[in-house]
């Protein structure tokens, strides 16, 4: 689902990139206005998600979310009938929203990453951490658009654990496995 999270729903982004959404979120891109918002959703096909009635109301595809804690805005978007099972395997970058490849037999630890980007003040953005697992016994995922990399690690757990609780079923760190 191509989703588009206004600047009060960015506590979502992770989540919904982790399911496998394409979930764009409106201050990555420093956009506020409104009838920018609804330009953008509109032209990349869109759902909007916001706390805004009034911009939820002007929005074609929309979905107004009343809670304030993130746990309480999935519920609201998986009673609106979005998908919060983890994608397997992961295809969204939970940090810019770009596409996952997968990580074939490079060792961790090396300090300039092939296909990782530049950042803002020229650095390279996200080399492979040298607490990443090699990806000869662990599956790892980069990022094609900022370089960051990607396993199933304790935050995914972390993730699962929440998705499952919000889902009210049982905690499964492997779900979406």
Excluded at 8 to 28: I, K, T, V
Aim: proline share 5%; net charge negative; aromatic share 4%.
């Amino acid at each position: 689902m191509r989703i588009l999270l206004d600047a009060m729903c960015g506590g979502l982004r992770s989540y919904l990139r982790m399911c496998g959404h394409d979930a764009a979120y409106a201050l990555d891109r420093g956009v506020e206005d409104d009838d920018r918002l609804l330009a953008w959703a509109d032209r990349e096909e869109r759902v909007l998600v916001t706390r805004d009635r009034g911009l939820a109301a002007r929005a074609d595809r929309s979905v107004l979310l009343g809670g304030k804690a993130v746990e309480d805005q999935l519920r609201e978007l998986a009673a609106a009938g979005v998908d919060l099972t983890l994608a397997d395997p992961p295809t969204r970058c939970s940090r810019c929203n770009g596409r996952l490849d997968p990580v074939t037999g490079a060792p961790s630890g090396d300090a300039t990453d092939e296909g990782a980007t530049d950042d803002a003040d020229g650095e390279k953005a996200a080399t492979t951490p040298e607490f990443a697992p090699d990806p000869t016994g662990t599956a790892v995922w980069r990022c094609v658009d900022c370089g960051q990399h990607f396993w199933r690690g304790s935050h995914w757990d972390d993730v699962a654990g929440t998705l499952a609780a919000v889902r009210g079923t049982p905690d499964d760190p492997d779900d979406g496995v």
